[in-house]
């Protein structure tokens, strides 16, 4: 009994392990397949060029590389094409054209470089050219006559004077030939001078010191009096006597002055 139980207990494990291998195949051949497509998926998704061979991979890189290259070697041609043309259209490099064109007017290029050399010396010129300085070097007695002056006794007093009161009397003497304007200090000099017709030192400095329009501070004022004591007696405008000046009306420049500024 035993030998016949024992027999059916191995015919039955035979039975299940039977079982279990027949089923135990299908599923690992699921699985095999399953993984297969997923490597397939994962193929499919990558880029293209990854699945290519590599000998086709190796032609595509050598064609881009000529093809850059050739495109270099166009664009280098283009540019020498262009000059090419430029050289060809300009009209000097054609003997022909040059000779046919003898009888008209210049190149309007050489026309303008003349138009800029003329234009680049005429502001030079202009630039280089110093504004006329007034001297009394060329003037002759004539002058002086006009102005009411004794070329000897003139000389005598410009030569007195201080630097600034040398530099006044040109300005006013030049102002009297025509030239430009004199210095304010001047003209409110000689106002108060003209309304006057004495001044002093003191006085001149309080004119310019109490002028409505520009009231003169102290130093400035002292210094511009101190000098009109030596501006006013050498161009015949006043007569000084010690440290008073009288007015001299009959003076041109003291005429030309009140005609101009309006006074009297």
Known sequence: MGNINNAVKN?????????????????????????????????????DDISKPVSMIADE???????GNMNEELEKLEIEGESVSVIAADPTNNEGSSQSNNTDSPPL???????????????KSNRTSPRSRFTLEDKDDSFYLSAGLNNDVFSKDFEKAPVKAKDKILNL??????????????????????????????????????????????????????????VFPATGIATREGGNLTLNEESPIVKKFVAEYSIG
């Open 173 to 230: 003497l030049n102002w009297f030939n025509g030239g430009p304007e004199i210095s304010i200090y001047t003209i409110i000099a000689m106002r108060h001078l003209i309304d006057a017709k004495t001044a002093t030192s003191n006085s001149i400095k309080l004119a310019l010191m109490s002028h409505p329009d520009k009231p003169y501070p102290l130093s400035t004022a002292s210094t511009q009096a101190g000098q009109m004591m030596a």
């Open 109 to 123: 290029l050489e026309a303008s470089k003349d138009t800029l050399k003329l234009k680049s010396k005429g502001e």
């Open 11 to 47: 015919d039955e494990l035979d039975e299940l392990t039977a079982m279990l291998q027949s089923l135990d195949k299908p599923v690992t051949k699921a699985v095999k397949a399953s993984d297969v497509e997923k490597i397939e998926d994962l193929l499919a998704g990558l880029d």
């Open 61 to 67: 890189v050598i064609n881009e590389k000529s093809l």
